[in-house]
């Protein structure tokens, strides 16, 4: 079942038929950006759940749900977790969606491991199923944590302008209000669900964007009808799905078979947000002729003026050198920044601007270039 294996011997884009503790090892080490787990609840249901007018909850009574112990069930939770550090990069990220029934259990052993947690999200369950029996609250929410691979780690992808975006320029919160996966989603088969678990692609697809940049790699070891695969693949990042369940993986391969690669226009320009920025130094504006030798940059309140030269840097009094340590001299100060304290003559509306504006202008150009060239 693995269909495109990369020359670094990475199947991407495919499901793996196996069990995840095993099959993580056999794959390359650090392999993998980021992690979506979405492991056995150990829901121990002891008996059939009904409704007040006695017929059936459709709930999990799967065999792959249940286990004879909470101590087998942490075992399994060591083991598969232990695996994962296999694949992860150093710098990826881990997320573990659960109940109450497992999370607690799960984020204790993840610490024991040596993951650092960052956040955990309250995935709030819009439509959730009430509590049949009246005996306890409606339970209406899941937990995600996301955690990074060690404490003194740095370097992980959290895309927070992308966030905050698409949240309506408000900094995004811990709880995430989403329905459960239903209507023309849920998969069915022969008229009946496919799977008793299969979440929301939406869930999906926010945790996928706020920790990963398009073409990272989104390994999922608990695929099940590959939600991660199908928000994954919208989100032009890369796959890998590991599954136990045959019927399972047939099931998602024709979801992914059926879902529409996203296009770099649909799905970047709101990863662009966090992009690293091209470092773009003053002499390329001078080099692209925006500025030319000889043109005046002044202050903002026009008592400082400089002259820019043809090899980048700037001459204001006696003082030659970059527009930083040109501005700081001016300014009297340490330091200074000089693409704010530096202000140019925009010919087209005659008004001043700071030199950034520039800089802007020149890194927009190249970004966009750059998506040309992906796209062609
Ligand atoms: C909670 S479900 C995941 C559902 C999935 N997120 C979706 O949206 O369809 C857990 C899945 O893990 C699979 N599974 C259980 N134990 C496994 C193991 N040791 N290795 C691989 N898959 C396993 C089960 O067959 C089940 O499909």
Redesign the pocket.
């Known amino acids: 079942m693995k269909s495109d294996v990369s020359k670094s011997g990475i199947p991407l884009d495919s499901i793996i038929h ?4 095993e ?1 993580l090892y056999r794959l390359p080490e650090h392999c993998a950006d980021m992690i ?1 787990a ?4 150990n829901l121990q249901l002891a008996k059939r759940l009904r409704r007040p007018d006695s017929s059936l909850v459709d709930a ?1 009574d ?1 065999d ?2 249940a286990f004879a112990s909470l101590h087998e069930y942490d075992e ?1 939770t060591r083991d ?1 977790l232990t695996a994962c550090r296999h694949v992860l990069k150093d710098t990826g990220t881990i997320w573990v ?1 659960g109940s109450y029934h497992c999370i607690f259990r799960i984020g204790s052993i993840m610490q024991d491991l040596g993951y650092w947690i960052l956040n955990d999200i309250v995935w709030i369950k819009s439509n959730p199923t009430p509590n049949m029996n009246g005996t306890r609250f409606c339970n209406a929410h899941d937990t995600l944590i996301w955690a990074k691979k060690s404490r003194d780690e740095r370097g992980y992808t959290f895309n927070y302008r992308t966030m905050k975006a698409a949240n309506d320029d408000v900094q995004m919160r811990s709880d995430w209000y989403i329905p459960l ?1 239903g209507g023309s989603e849920r ?1 069915l088969t022969d008229g009946l669900k496919s ?6 692609l939406a869930l ?1 697809k926010r945790v996928i964007s706020a920790s990963t940049r398009p073409g990272m790699t989104v390994l ?9 695969g199908a928000a994954a693949k919208q989100l032009k990042r890369r796959y890998i799905g ?4 045959p019927g ?1 993986i047939a099931v ?1 391969q024709q979801r992914l078979a059926a879902t529409e690669t996203g296009t770099q226009s649909q799905d970047c320009n709101l990863t662009d947000l966090d992009a690293p920025k091209p470092r773009i130094p003053f002499g390329t504006l001078v080099e692209l002729g925006l500025l030319k030798p000889g043109d005046i940059l002044t202050t903002a309140d026009l008592k400082s003026r400089a002259v820019v030269q043809q090899d980048g840097t700037i001459v204001s009094n006696d003082f030659r050198g970059s527009i930083h340590t040109v501005a700081a001299a001016v300014a009297g100060k340490h330091t200074c920044n000089g693409w704010q304290f530096w202000m140019y003559l925009d010919t087209v509306d005659g008004t001043l601007q700071p030199l950034d504006t520039l800089r802007s202008i020149v890194r927009t150009q190249l970004l966009n270039s750059t998506r040309e060239r992906q796209e062609a």
């Open positions: 196996g069990d995840c503790r099959e979506f979405d492991p056995p609840y999990v799967d792959w749900d399994f598969w969606i996966c998969l799977h008793s678990t299969q979440k929301p999906l999922d070891p608990f695929f099940g009808t590959g939600t991660t590991i599954e136990r369940e399972y998602a």
